[in-house]
Antibody, heavy 122, light 111 residues
Framework: QLQLQESGPGLVKPSETLSLTCTVSGGSISSSSYYWGWIRQPPGKGLEWIGS???????YYNPSLKSRVTISVDTSKNQFSLKLSSVTAADTAVYYC??????????????WGQGTLVTVSS | NFMLTQPHSVSESPGKTVTISCTRS????????VQWYQQRPGSAPTTVIYEDNQRPSGVPDRFSGSIDSSSNSASLTISGLKTEDEADYYC??????????FGGGTKLTVL
């Protein structure tokens, strides 16, 4: 059964770079059928897509975050990573990684990692 | 780009039926499939409906999905409501630039 696990610092200072890694187990990140995505959820608010990556390195980013986001993949470690630069308190959120199942006119996040809370504070 | 608009909250009694809407702001709702996720407090979202009206294995048939081109919206219907259905529900689709879009979420209260 495929599982995803986020890891990284739970506290980041304002203006610094948030870095998270998602480790995939129970399956290969190099599968041709899937992308891999990052989604975040500020406390008490809704879900926001951050970006997605294919095992080849092809990426798509939320236009509202594109200037600050970098998503990369390491197929040898079965991991993909998120970097968000110049963070502010508005970036405080639970960050989820998820597999993105792509079909004809379809995309679905399944499964999701458990999520990790990242707080931006000095 | 488009937005997906959901009601902020809905409430209904156990045993009843509730419908949550998800309205697409531009472009046809039928252009790209809609997914629905359930999120219980403190947990990650899970899929309850994918590709407009498909149920993943393990999701009860009390959950159903549909789209209505006349209102340009998708709907999630839950029948025979149980207290365990109380959760936040999100719709999701994507645009022609492969950008994923989530609705703002609907809090379902079963009282």
């Amino acid at each position: 059964q495929l599982q995803l696990q986020e890891s990284g610092p739970g506290l980041v200072k304002p203006s610094e770079t948030l870095s998270l890694t998602c480790t995939v187990s129970g399956g290969s990140i190099s599968s041709s059928s899937y992308y891999w995505g990052w989604i975040r959820q500020p406390p008490g608010k809704g879900l926001e897509w951050i970006g997605s990556i294919y095992y080849s390195g092809s990426t798509y980013y939320n236009p509202s975050l594109k200037s600050r986001v970098t998503i990369s993949v390491d197929t040898s470690k079965n991991q993909f990573s998120l970097k968000l630069s110049s963070v502010t308190a508005a970036d405080t959120a639970v960050y989820y990684c998820a597999r993105l199942m792509i079909g004809l006119d379809s995309s679905r996040f399944d499964p999701w990692g458990q999520g990790t809370l990242v707080t931006v504070s000095s | 780009n488009f937005m997906l608009t959901q009601p902020h909250s809905v409430s209904e009694s156990p045993g009843k039926t509730v419908t949550i809407s998800c309205t697409r702001s531009s472009g046809s709702i039928a252009s790209n499939y809609v997914q629905w996720y359930q999120q219980r407090p403190g947990s990650a979202p899970t899929t309850v409906i994918y590709e407009d009206n498909q149920r993943p294995s393990g999701v009860p048939d009390r959950f159903s999905g549909s789209i209505d081109s006349s209102s340009n919206s998708a709907s999630l219907t839950i029948s025979g409501l149980k207290t365990e259905d109380e959760a936040d529900y999100y719709c999701q689709s994507y645009d022609s630039s492969n950008h994923e879009v989530f609705g703002g979420g609907t809090k379902l209260t079963v009282l």
